[in-house]
C-alpha cells in the first residue's frame, strides 16, 4: 500500500536546504510530554525526522534515538547536522518488531495517503514495544488534497483519527488541538495525537 506522494517527496528533495535552514524550535511542549512517559534512556525512532532538531533535542537527554525520514536530502542534512546515520525510510519500510519505546512522528504522517495510513499505522504499533508511546500530529481537515505548495496531505477530521487508530488495541489514545503555521506560513489547525501500547 502506497504510504509516500511522489510530489511531497520530490517537494522536500528540492527544498532540503531551504526547510532545513528554517527557524523552527523543537516542539517542546509535546516533545515533553512525549518524554516523560517513556524510561530514561529509552529507544526511540523518530519518523520523519527533517533536519534533526527534534531528534538532537532526545539525544542531548540521553535518549537511544533512530533518527529517519523519507527523503534522502533531508536525511543526509540530518546527518550532517546530528553528526550520526540517519537512514531514508519510507514508512511502508518500517518493519521492526517490539523494538522501541517510543516513536516520535511530528507533522510527517500528515503525507501518508489515507489508503495507506491503516498499514502505515499497524506498523508502528508492531514495532513499539510493550507499553510503547506514540506521537503524531496531522493537519486538520475536511478530506485529502494538496496545499499551495503542491503537498499531499491527508487532512483528518478527529473522527476520522479516532476510527483510523481503533483499528488497532491502544491502551488510551488522546487528541488534542492547537492552531499553529506550517513551512507555507499559512494559519493550521493541529491535531495531535498520543496513544500507548498494552503493557
Not at 517527496?9 to 536546504?17: G, S, V
Not at 535518549?63 to 550532517?80: F, K
Not at 495517503?113 to 514495532?127: E, M
Amino acid at each position: 500500500m502506497q504510504s509516500s506522494d511522489p510530489d511531497t517527496l520530490a517537494f522536500y528533495a528540492r527544498q532540503a536546504e531551504a526547510y532545513s535552514r528554517r527557524k523552527r524550535l523543537p516542539a517542546e511542549a509535546r516533545l515533553e510530554g512525549f518524554l516523560a512517559r517513556l524510561p530514561d534512556g529509552g529507544d526511540i525512532l523518530e519518523l520523519g525526522c527533517g533536519a534533526g532538531a527534534d531528534s538532537d533535542v532526545m539525544r542531548q537527554r540521553g535518549y537511544r534515538i533512530r533518527p529517519t525520514d523519507g527523503s534522502a536530502e533531508m536525511a543526509a542534512l540530518a546527518s550532517q547536522h546530528l553528526g550520526m546515520p540517519v537512514a531514508t525510510l519510507l514508512f511502508h519500510e518500517l518493519d521492526e518488531i517490539a523494538r522501541f519505546d517510543g516513536i516520535w512522528a511530528n507533522a510527517c504522517l500528515l503525507h501518508v495517503p489515507r489508503s495507506g495510513l491503516p498499514d502505515v499505522l499497524q506498523r508502528i504499533h508492531r514495532a513499539l514495544r510493550p507499553g510503547g508511546v506514540f506521537f503524531a500530529s496531522y493537519k486538520e481537515g475536511a478530506g485529502e488534497g494538496q496545499d499551495g505548495l503542491g503537498r499531499y496531505y491527508n487532512y483528518p477530521s478527529r473522527d476520522d483519527l479516532h476510527a483510523f487508530y481503533a483499528a488497532f488495541h491502544w491502551q488510551a489514545v488522546d487528541i488534542s488541538a492547537a492552531k499553529g503555521s506550517g513551512y507555507d506560513d499559512r494559519p493550521t489547525d493541529w491535531l495531535y495525537v498520543t496513544a500507548v501500547k498494552p503493557a
